[in-house]
C-alpha cells in the first residue's frame, strides 16, 4: 500500500486519482444531515443526504439525496425522515435499509465482504456507541470487522494535526444537529462536550425571525438555501428572494431577505456555541491551554462555513480561529487515514468489547 502526504492524498483522493487500497474497507461518518462514505478501494469520499423516504409505511421509494429532493413536498402517503437524530440513530430499522442502499452502490450492486471504520460522538452513553456496532452488523453489508474511531480524532486527522504526537488542540465540528467541541492530546480527547445545535438550530432561527418580522411561513429548506447563500464564504449575495406562506393571508408570498437580516437572526446561536467553547477552556489543564494559545481553533463540520461564527469565536475566546476547505468531508478524510496508515491504527478500537484495535 502506499501512503501519501496528507494533502496530495486529499487532492488526488478527491479527484479519483490514487489507485485504490488493497483492502476492502469503508469509513463511515454518519451525520445526522449527511452521511459521507470513504470507499477505500475507490479512493473517493462520497456525501449523501441522511435520507430515506417510505410510501405506506414500507416500501422504500428514494434514499440518499433524492430522498432529500421529496423532503417537505410529499404526501401524506410519502414519510420523509432522517433515522438520525442528535448525532445518535434514532430509527434503526430504516438506517440499516439506507446504510445497506448507499454501500451496495459503491460496490455495484454486489456486496462484498468488507472492513468498517466509524466515527462515533465521544459524548454518548455505551449503549448509542454500541447501537452504531449493530447498524453495521446487522444491516446486512457483509461486515468482516466494525472499527469506532472518536469523531473528535477523525476530524483532527482530517485536519491534518499530527494527531499521536500533538499536544493541546481545540476542534470544534459544527454540524447540523450538533456541535463537538473537543480538546486533544497525545492520540486522545481530553475534554469533549456534545452541544446540540448547529445547521438545523441556525434554520429555526431564520423561519422564526422570518415569521416575525414578515408574518412569513417559509420551510427548512428555504432557510437553508438562503442562510447559506448569504453568507460570503460560499454565496457571495447580499440579499435573496425566499417564497413562503402568509401567515394573515393564507396565500403564497415572496419576501427579500438581506444578509445583515440572517446575520443578526443567528447572533444569539452563535453566542451559545461561543459560551460552550470558552466553557470548556476555562476547564483546560493550563499546560494544554499554551498550546492552544498557539495552535488556535480548528473549525469542522458544515455549518462552520456559515459567515460571523468563525469571527465570534476568534473574538470571543481570543484566539486564531482555522476554516478548512471542504469542512463537510473532514471526518471522512481522518478515516482515509486510519484505514490506510500503520501510524493511525491506533486510533481505531473494536465496539463490541469497547477494546484496542487488534
Ligand atoms: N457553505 C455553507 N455555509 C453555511 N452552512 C453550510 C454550508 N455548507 C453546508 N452547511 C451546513 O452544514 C450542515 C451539515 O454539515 P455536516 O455534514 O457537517 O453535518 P452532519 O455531520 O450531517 O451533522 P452532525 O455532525 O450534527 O450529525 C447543514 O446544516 C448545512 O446547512
Ligand atoms: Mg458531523
Redesign the pocket.
Known sequence: MRLFGRSQQEDAGRAGLLRGGEKNAFGI????????IFNNTTSRIT?QK?MIAIQNRQTMIAYGDSAYEMFEKSPASIKVTSP?GG?VIADIQNMERLLNSLIRDQQRGQLRGADYYLTIPSDVTEVEKRSFYDLVKDSGIRARSVYAVD?AIADGLGLGIDINNSQGCLVV????????VSILSLGGIVLSKLLKT???A??TAVITAVRREYNLIIGQRTA?NA??LL?T???NKTSIPVFGRDIVTGLPMEKILKAEFVSAALKENFRSICDQVKVILERTPPELSADIYRNGIFL????C???GLADQLARTCQLDANVPDA??ET?ARGLAQVIRKASCRNLAYTIEGLGNYG
Open positions: 461518518d454518519l451525520g445526522t444531515c449527511n452521511i459521507k456525501t441522511n438520525i448525532g469523531k465540528d459544527v454540524g447540523y444537529d450538533t456541535t463537538e448547529g445547521g438545523r441556525f434554520d437553508e442562510r447559506t453568507s464564504t460560499t454565496g469542522t463540520g458544515g455549518a462555513q456559515q459567515e469542512p463537510v471526518a
